[in-house]
């Protein structure tokens, strides 16, 4: 959590350091459940920071979900907009969440490629992810000397339909705001967005993940709701 607090108030600070960029920054929080055939329900709680500078973008991120045992997460993310074309970026994030009863850690780098349009939003990458069984490296976001390595494809597809301020879509991917899953962990989930006022936007999230194709995943029926706000300034 320190560290978390240290990166959050770097990202301050640079913005406030600079001087005649085109800034744009975002605090966005959910609070939900999440529900798994095999382990029950938990309450997840997630926090998420977002820093435009020009075509420059800076995010960071956390999660704590108490309930099985207490699973959180962190992560750090670089990109950069407008690649080529004004819909198309790449990214660059960095990915911890740590199992803490059980002193297992998972440290993700994935770089991606994302599309961004009105009504169509696309993710493509590669989730480079190391575990560690040790305790003395759980939350020790930049440690890849590891137990086991496992690359994954990183994907997100959604399609919107949109009326003045109100956004309702539907979603296929295997990644969210602070987790990247296994390739074939497909989730399907109807995703909102009130857009209230100039500053606030509120979030709603529902989603299903069903066993993997051919049983190749290691979830089972697990189901997830998240509400929250953002505040754009």
Known sequence: MQRFIFYISSLLLVSSVLQGSEVHQSVAARTGAEIKATLGARWV?????????????????GLIAPGWSLLSAYQLEGGYNQLFTQALSVHLKFLNRAYQNTNV??????????????????????????????????HLIFYYPSDLFQPHVLFR?????????????????????????NTYEISYHIDATWQSDKNWKLLANLGVTP???????????????????????
């Open 45 to 61: 709680n997630e926090v998420k920071y977002n820093l435009e500078i020009d075509n420059f973008n800076l995010r960071a991120g």
């Open 105 to 138: 850690a998972d440290n993700s780098i994935i770089p991606y490629f994302s599309w961004r349009e009105k009504h169509f939003e696309a993710d493509l990458g590669i989730n480079l992810r190391f575990t560690s069984f040790n305790p003395a490296y759980t």
């Open 157 to 181: 597809v959604a399609g919107y339909l949109i009326w003045d301020t109100f956004r309702l879509g539907i979603e296929l991917k295997n990644c969210d705001w602070n987790y990247a899953g």
């Open 211 to 233: 066993s993997g194709v051919n049983g190749l995943s290691v979830i089972y029926n697990r189901f997830t709701f998240v509400a929250g706000a953002e505040f754009q300034f």
